[in-house]
């Protein structure tokens, strides 16, 4: 499935950074070696979102366990094609980062009494 979805990618040939993000059962983004996770990228960027997700105690109709929504920090709008679903298990995703500036990622589903502290902050460079 990964392969067939690249292939298909008309700029295959630019390499993506790749960023490896746990959504876990226990409603905390993590990133291996990152006590705090953050992400930062360039503007424009191609960065491929590899997502392990682990259900927590609740999830929506449609089976998704977890959400990343990437809000501007300055007005909490959402980032266009930055709103993402996860299914359990590993999943990707090819993005676009957007303009510079600081960023949340923030859960969109509603996964524990804790969901609300599921964020992570995103910072992206010029
Ligand atoms: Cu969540």
């Not at 997700?53 to 980032?79: E, P, Q, T, Y």
């Amino acid at each position: 499935m990964t392969v067939l979805f690249l292939a298909l990618l008309p700029y295959a040939d630019a390499q993506p950074r790749v960023i490896e993000l746990t959504a876990d059962h226990d409603s905390r983004y993590k990133m291996a070696g990152q006590r705090t996770p953050e992400i930062t990228v360039r503007a424009g960027e191609q960065v491929l979102l590899r997502v392990t997700a682990r259900k927590g105690k609740s999830w929506n109709r449609d089976g998704s366990i977890h959400g990343f929504a990437l809000l501007r920090a300055k007005d909490r709008s959402k980032v266009e094609g930055w709103d993402l679903l996860f299914k359990p298990g590993t999943q990707e995703f090819l993005l676009t980062a957007p303009e510079p500036g600081e960023y949340e990622a923030v859960c969109t589903v509603i996964c524990s009494e804790d969901h609300e502290g599921m964020h992570l902050k995103v910072t992206v460079l010029p």
